[in-house]
């Protein structure tokens, strides 16, 4: 007999359901399948009501972040094999509203997102004529880390404050902020600021580490988070003491 293995997947259908409740599928074992593959299985040869978000199947997109097991994960990175001989508990990830099933409401993170002013802010627009800003290989090495966020909220999902707290900006957004703050072409710090170093920006996060620990492509949040407090009370008192204010 062909091996087997067990989810157990949070269903909720607004329209029908008063609350979230756990149903059972048995799927087949294969030593290469993902959780996500499982789930593909469940919804293409048992329930086609099941829903989920992905797209890439890479690890690219961010699109699959999920709670498996207890722990926010992308699932197109967790693999079956890891969990043999076990159940595979699969819940939507946490701190989100669910849409459906497995589907969160992502409306609050998109709102964080934009408020950091996600792109490079120019003093001044150049024609296309003039050609590119340029940078250098050691400018960009300075924020390159950063720029690997795909946007999976695994870090939301993972972080006490943004669970305690729905004002805080969170993870994903301030280590964005800081990547562009750090980049060499930018000039929109002082714009960001206002969001970014207000109570709810980076002085609300207490240092847990947890987003970093779940980010699957090692941006390190925490630490980008850390190092815009450090920038920020340096720019606090260049304002203070020195005679023309920040320099």
């Given at each position: 007999?062909?091996?087997?293995?067990?989810?157990?997947?949070?269903?909720?259908?607004?329209?029908?359901?008063?609350?979230?409740?756990?149903?059972?599928?048995?799927?087949?074992?294969?030593?290469?399948?993902?959780?996500?593959?499982?789930?593909?299985?469940?919804?293409?040869?048992?329930?086609?009501?099941?829903?989920?978000?992905?797209?890439?199947?890479?690890?690219?997109?961010?699109?699959?972040?999920?709670?498996?097991?207890?722990?926010?994960k992308l699932g197109c990175h967790a693999f079956v094999r890891d969990y043999r001989g076990g159940v595979i508990k699969i819940e939507p990830l946490?701190?989100?509203?669910?849409?459906?099933?497995?589907?969160?409401?992502?409306?609050?993170?998109?709102?964080?997102?934009?408020?950091?002013?996600?792109?490079?802010?120019?003093?001044?627009?150049?024609?296309?004529?003039?050609?590119?800003?340029?940078?250098?290989?050691?400018?960009?090495?300075?924020?390159?880390?950063?720029?690997?966020?795909?946007?999976?909220?695994?870090?939301?999902?993972?972080?006490?404050?943004?669970?305690?707290?729905?004002?805080?900006?969170?993870?994903?957004?301030?280590?964005?902020?800081?990547?562009?703050?750090?980049?060499?072409?930018?000039?929109?710090?002082?714009?960001?600021?206002?969001?970014?170093?207000?109570?709810?920006?980076?002085?609300?996060?207490?240092?847990?580490?947890?987003?970093?620990?779940?980010?699957?492509?090692?941006?390190?949040?925490?630490?980008?988070?850390?190092?815009?407090?450090?920038?920020?009370?340096?720019?606090?008192?260049?304002?203070?003491?020195?005679?023309?204010?920040?320099?």
């Amino acid at each position: 007999m062909s091996e087997t293995i067990t989810l157990e997947v949070l269903r909720y259908n607004p329209e029908t359901d008063s609350e979230p409740h756990f149903q059972s599928f048995v799927v087949p074992y294969h030593e290469d399948w993902v959780v996500l593959d499982a789930l593909n299985h469940v919804k293409d040869h048992i329930d086609s009501t099941l829903s989920y978000r992905w797209s890439c199947h890479m690890a690219v997109c961010g699109s699959c972040g999920l709670i498996i097991n207890g722990e926010p994960k992308l699932g197109c990175h967790a693999f079956v094999r890891d969990y043999r001989g076990g159940v595979i508990k699969i819940e939507p990830l946490d701190h989100f509203p669910i849409e459906r099933d497995l589907v969160i409401v992502m409306d609050d993170f998109i709102e964080k997102l934009s408020s950091v002013k996600p792109y490079v802010i120019v003093k001044e627009e150049k024609p296309v004529s003039e050609g590119e800003y340029i940078q250098t290989p050691a400018q960009l090495k300075v924020f390159k880390q950063y720029t690997q966020c795909i946007n999976c909220m695994l870090c939301y999902a993972a972080c006490p404050q943004y669970a305690m707290n729905e004002g805080f900006v969170g993870p994903a957004a301030l280590a964005l902020a800081h990547r562009y703050n750090m980049d060499s072409r930018d000039c929109g710090k002082d714009e960001r600021a206002e969001v970014v170093a207000s109570n709810e920006g980076i002085w609300e996060c207490t240092f847990v580490g947890a987003c970093s620990e779940v980010c699957p492509k090692h941006v390190d949040p925490a630490a980008a988070i850390q190092q815009t407090k450090i920038a920020a009370s340096l720019d606090w008192f260049k304002a203070l003491l020195l005679p023309g204010g920040k320099k």
